[in-house]
T-cell receptor, first 106, second 115 residues
């Protein structure tokens, strides 16, 4: 079992939809959780950074952490074509998920 | 631009040749990380430096790979006797970090193709 599991998709949604992206992890020692967005041929860029269970909101993005279930989520509201990218969860600098490729169609 | 920069952006080499990549981190960042990323996968950790000290190396980092960060500034990653399986995107990231938990700032990578 991998330490971090992420459904690779691909995921395709219409513009304006709510998108839900998820990761599970097995190591209860992980305390910090990050979501990165990676456009094609670019390096990942940080979207959200959380260290406690519960929700954190930033504009159209909400990160949710459930440490008891070892499950994290990223929600994107009112999705836009510019959100089309690969979304990576990370539990530390050394543990990344495989990434979920998202396409938002106009 | 004061972000993380990597050079070259693309490198095509023949199997058996040596290649070297360079990473210039954000100037005040003390940690520097190297990753390998293949299509459809997330970044795989290779190694990291705290200032000039190389503190951890992944089992993925075979003895053909070596990394340096002289004087705690820029870093180089060298691959000797390249193999076709080395074809990947090599990413560098830096952070201002004392606890290992700070967010990473990535460069745009060096894409290596071994023919």
């Amino acid at each position: 079992q991998k330490e971090v599991e992420q459904d690779p998709g691909p995921l395709s949604v219409p513009e304006g939809a709510i998108v839900s992206l998820n990761c599970t992890y097995s190591n209860s020692a992980f305390q910090y959780f990050m979501w990165y967005r990676q456009y094609s041929r670019k390096g990942p860029e940080l979207l959200m950074y959380t260290y406690s269970s519960g929700n954190k909101e930033d504009g159209r993005f909400t990160a949710q952490v459930d440490k008891s279930s070892k499950y994290i989520s990223l929600f994107i509201r009112d999705s836009q074509p510019s959100d089309s990218a690969t979304y990576l969860c990370a539990m530390s600098a050394m543990r990344f998920g495989a990434g979920t490729r998202l396409t938002v169609k106009p | 631009d004061t972000g993380v920069s990597q050079d070259p952006r693309h490198k095509i080499t023949k199997r058996g040749q040596n290649v070297t990549f360079r990473c210039d981190p954000i100037s005040e960042h003390n940690r520097l990380y190297w990753y390998r990323q293949t299509l459809g996968q997330g970044p795989e950790f290779l190694t990291y430096f705290q200032n000039e000290a190389q503190l951890e190396k992944s089992r993925l980092l075979s003895d053909r790979f070596s990394a340096e960060r002289p004087k705690g500034s820029f870093s180089t990653l060298e691959i000797q006797r390249t193999e076709q399986g080395d074809s990947a995107m090599y990413l560098c990231a830096s952070s201002l970090d004392r606890t290992g938990q700070s967010p990473l700032h990535f460069g745009n990578g060096t894409r290596l193709t071994v023919t």
